[in-house]
């Protein structure tokens, strides 16, 4: 009876604890988008650029049979790839160096260096890199400038998302016991035996879950493209561009998906590794 | 050897993660308006020049009440979130969690248009506009999760006992909360208020979308300065301060909870 009693009062607890978060995100948000990917199924007319409200697949045809927009998305991955294979190409080293190398005072500083710039405007570090790259700029008078273009989103991408890689690779380098790489010398392994048959398979997971973030946010960048990318055009670009002049709302929707289907499939793909639990 | 090659790309890449910051902080001071290099002559007129700007004080006003708005939303929802997800067992309890990493985990591109449309088609019918409140709205979408993964660390670490012991000793539930739980909670709370503060404060996606006509954050008068020839020492002043403001937060965490606190910012 007075289980009864406890149990009927903890499920009003509940019902008001969720009651506005469920409102404003269940229903509020995922409904937003729910109809924007249902916009995705709809079209404009051409001549009164009101949506027409009837299904069809047009939009992704378009997207799928068009050069222009298939060049788009591969560009836009391609992109993603490369930033995130440079981010653990470099965090490798930076994290090890942090983790197992520096004694504890360095290594306080260096993960608050490392700390800092996050809290660094994102806008602010992307324009410091157009003044950088600019022509006649600083590295212009030192080493010459690619200039603004695909490699300088490249760049810039790679900088602003470089300590999303380091901090879980250096979170998962932590938890490693020292005594499996002494064990390793011990055995004879040299570093860079060790480094590829003990450290690496054991951080699997951290850089997977570094290369989410990594990836997911050079996927669908279109600002730094704008600031530093000359006429680069990414996926986000061509949605902003529907969305703002060309008026056609269920098309940027439709590219919108892009993106996202990518993102879904590459969660799928590393979630067998763990990587889920390392965010 | 290895060492030594570690030590150098570590000297590197903090090379490659400050130099920009720097540059920024010394062309505040470049005498030349196209920021010539190597600066040539010093000055502190951009500085003045920015602190009488209209534009950025507006909009720096516009971004701070703005990230006060979307932190107490993001505070009173995650937190509710994260008491419902951590202290009760329900059906659905793990599409609870993932509906909150969803803002975040999606292009900021997708949710600033959705919510756009949701607003146009729902919401100003009603006679409410975009202004200000729809970039709160916005905002606090995605900075729920923050406080979410803060209060549920904390709540998954510290247990109910202390409240069950509250309890039997003939505190009220109301007591529990202001003497136990609260205090319990408080540096979660700041440490995820603080993010969502940093995490709002940043913003130029979602507020491109949600913000009225007339309304500008400063990310967004940044932006829109950026592209303009004899505006930039202005800019660059303000990119300069904003670069100095992020020790702060690095700094209070530090004060607050210890080196590893703010370590993730999501």
Request: hydrophobic fraction near 55%; include cysteine; proline fraction near 5%.
């Amino acid at each position: 009876m007075d289980d009864d009693q406890g149990l009927g009062r903890r499920r009003w607890q509940l019902a008001a604890l969720l009651s506005a978060p469920l409102l404003w995100l269940g229903v509020a948000y995922l409904g937003a988008l729910a109809v924007l990917f249902l916009s995705a199924f709809w079209t404009v007319n051409g001549f009164t650029g009101e949506v027409v409200r009837e299904f069809t697949l047009d939009n992704f045809r378009t997207i799928v049979t068009q050069e222009v927009y298939r060049n788009v998305t591969l560009r836009s991955l391609g992109v993603a790839i490369a930033v995130t294979v440079i981010c653990v190409v470099l965090a490798l080293p930076m994290a090890f160096y942090m983790a197992k190398v520096a004694s504890p005072r360095t290594r306080h500083w260096l993960v608050i260096a490392i700390l800092t710039p996050l809290w660094a405007s994102y806008l602010v570090k992307a324009y410091a890199w157009r003044v950088l790259l600019a022509n006649d700029g600083p590295l212009d008078s030192v080493i010459g400038t690619p200039g603004y273009g695909l490699f300088a989103v490249v760049i810039v991408l790679t900088y602003l998302w470089l300590p999303y890689m380091i901090l879980p690779i250096y979170a998962g380098l932590e938890r490693l016991p020292d005594s499996l790489l002494e064990a390793s010398a011990d055995l004879g392994g040299r570093a860079g035996r060790t480094f590829r048959g003990v450290v690496l398979p054991l951080l699997v997971p951290s850089i997977f879950a570094g290369s989410i973030f990594t990836f997911s946010l050079s996927l669908g960048d279109y600002i730094t493209v704008q600031i530093v990318g000359g006429k680069t055009q990414m996926l986000g670009n061509v949605v902003y561009a529907n969305v703002g002049a060309a008026n056609n709302l269920p098309f940027a929707a439709a590219i919108a998906c892009v993106p996202v289907v990518i993102m879904v499939i590459y969660l799928a793909a590393v979630r067998r590794s763990g990587a889920l639990e390392e965010l | 050897m290895t060492r030594w090659v570690l030590r150098a790309v570590m000297a590197f890449g903090l090379f490659f993660i400050y130099a920009p910051l720097l540059l920024v902080l010394v062309n505040s001071f470049n005498g030349d308006r196209t920021f010539g290099w190597p600066p040539h002559d010093f000055t502190t007129q951009w500085w003045s020049a920015a602190w009488r700007n209209g534009g950025a004080r507006d909009a720096l006003w516009t971004s701070v009440k703005a990230g006060l708005g979307a932190t107490a939303i993001a505070l009173v929802l995650g937190t509710m979130v994260a008491f419902a997800v951590q202290r009760f067992k329900f059906f659905g309890r793990d599409t609870v969690s993932l509906l909150v990493v969803l803002p975040i985990a999606l292009p900021g591109i997708v949710t600033g248009i959705a919510l756009d449309s949701a607003w146009r088609s729902v919401v100003a019918p009603l006679g409410l506009g975009k202004g200000l409140f729809s970039v709160i709205v916005g905002h606090a979408t995605f900075c729920v999760v923050t406080v979410y993964n803060n209060v549920l660390a904390r709540l998954r670490r510290s247990g109910v006992n202390l409240e069950e012991a509250s309890a039997d000793l003939g505190a009220s539930p109301a007591q529990t909360f202001r003497y136990i739980t609260f205090p319990m909670l408080r540096s979660a709370l700041l440490a995820g208020g603080l993010l969502a503060f940093a995490l709002s404060f940043d913003e130029i996606i979602v507020t491109t979308f949600t913000a009225g006509p007339g309304i500008q954050t400063l990310p967004i008068w940044i932006f829109n300065n950026l592209f303009r020839p004899n505006q930039a020492p202005v800019v660059n002043v303000v990119a300069a301060v904003l670069i100095v403001l992020s020790v702060l937060p690095v700094w209070l965490a530090q004060r607050v909870a210890g080196p590893e606190a703010g370590a993730s910012r999501t």
